[in-house]
């Protein structure tokens, strides 16, 4: 656990397909940002290739959308290194400080955005789950060890 401004918590940080499964779950203290786990999230994304299809699981996803916490030069680059086509709004500032200069804005597609709510309902779903709501667990393996546990529960029905 980390100290921010509320006190004591921690961050569930997590990537999920477009019918809001969890794919990847990185448990973080509260004061650290999003945007340093978009790597360590990436990483851990793994999609195992159809029964009988040769070839490593895959790693790089369609399309990711994300929000103005993940709008860093950083993610963009690290975004861009990995192929991996991305739809994240601008900042506020970075609009501001880009007003005067020419050259290409970072192109953001409304309609792809909106199924970004697909995360925030699949958080949702986890805090159903009183324990991962509340955060019973004391150690960061046992309360991830919960959020695993409920995201295998939604994955079964499908």
Sequence with gaps: MGRSKGGFSTKLNLACDGKG???SVLITPGQSHGSTQLEGLLDAVRI??????PGRPRKRPARLLADRGYSYERCRRLLRERGIPHTIPE???QKERRAGRRGRWPGFDREAYRRRNVVERCVNKLKQWRGIATRYEK????????????SLMMWLPS
């Design 21 to 23: 499964r969890p794919l």
């Design 48 to 53: 195992p290739r159809p029964q009988g299809s």
């Design 91 to 93: 900042r506020r500032d």
């Design 139 to 150: 150690r960061a393996v046992n309360y991830r060890a919960m959020v695993v546990i409920a």
